[in-house]
């Protein structure tokens, strides 16, 4: 499946029941390989290899209480001392990013408070930086790299 980001090798597995996994660096398990899965290893790679960002400050599918609902956000990126910076929210490249999805990682966000969010299918990518001062979202034209999401706040 082409998506457009670089492609990075994963391990991955047969299962007996002709199910194929996929090694998560990240969780550091197998786990199901399905078209949102292919796009979460794909960007995080992406995030790792061209953006700098550390893969020890990357936590995927953590789950938070959001009005008393449990929920589990796709991945977060960390600083150094521990803050979330980036949430991140990936879809399988057939599901176009839309409205719901947006409002879904937005209201996750009003847990975590991070000052960006991230949003891709792995054929169309959409970076906000969220501006409090303004109570707006700023899209941006690429994806920032791990030293402007770590010295932005």
Same mark, same amino acid.
């Given at each position: ?46 995030? /790792?290899?061209?953006?700098? &960002?550390?893969? =020890? %400050? ?5 789950? *938070? ?48 408070? /991070?000052?960006?969010?991230? &949003?891709?299918? =792995? %054929? ?5 930086? *969220? ?23």
């Amino acid at each position: 499946m082409k998506l457009n980001i670089p492609e990075y090798p994963l391990r991955t597995r047969q299962k007996a029941e002709g199910k194929t996994e996929v090694f998560d660096e990240f969780r550091k398990k197998f786990i199901a390989l399905t078209p949102e899965e292919w796009v979460r290893q794909q960007f995080l790679h992406f995030l /790792v290899n061209e953006k700098g &960002v550390p893969s =020890g %400050l990357i936590a995927v599918e953590k789950g *938070i209480k959001l009005n008393r609902m449990q929920k589990r956000f796709d991945a977060v990126v960390y600083s150094n001392d521990g803050n979330p910076l980036m949430l991140l929210e990936f879809k399988a490249p057939e599901v176009k990013p839309d409205q719901h999805v947006f409002d879904q990682i937005a209201a996750y966000n009003i847990k975590l408070k /991070v000052d960006y969010l991230l &949003v891709s299918n =792995g %054929l169309q990518h959409y970076c906000c930086k *969220i501006d409090r001062r303004l109570n707006r979202f700023d899209f941006l034209e690429k994806i920032p790299d791990y030293r402007e999401l770590s010295t932005s706040r």
